[in-house]
């Protein structure tokens, strides 16, 4: 058996990786190119996002501007997103990751996770276009 010691600010998510016990969570957030520096600034690391909030490529941008500006580097951050509930079949998980990154600005996550057990209908997107024109990806309303 192996023991991890972490700092009690952190929990471990698998023997090689740590994760940020607190995070920013961007769901209805208005301006993430005011609020992401400011919280990267105050110290999170954990940034919550998903399809589903539509602001993923506001948040990315944001997320970029302070990644350009050397305040953190990408391996300090640990971003969250979730797949959303149209791209559940196998075929369709690597759309919705490619959009989230895309979106995102990204080139990996560190943690993807099913945003709600249920499967909706397909949405057919396009990846590599950020933003989405309408909420059709979200069938929860």
Partial sequence: SQTVMVPSSTCVSTISEIMPKIGLGTYLLQNPAEVIPRAIELGYRRIDCAPVYFNEDKVGDAMQKVLESKTV???????????????????????????????????????????????????????????YKNEDIDDSR
């Fill in 73 to 131: 580097k990408r391996d300090d951050l640990f971003i969250v997103s979730k797949l959303a509930s149209p791209f559940h079949r196998r075929e369709h998980v690597s759309i919705g990751l490619r959009k989230t990154l895309t979106d995102l600005r990204l080139e990996y996550l560190d943690l993807y996770l099913v945003h709600w057990p249920v499967a909706f209908e397909y949405v057919d997107i396009d990846p590599t276009v950020r933003g």
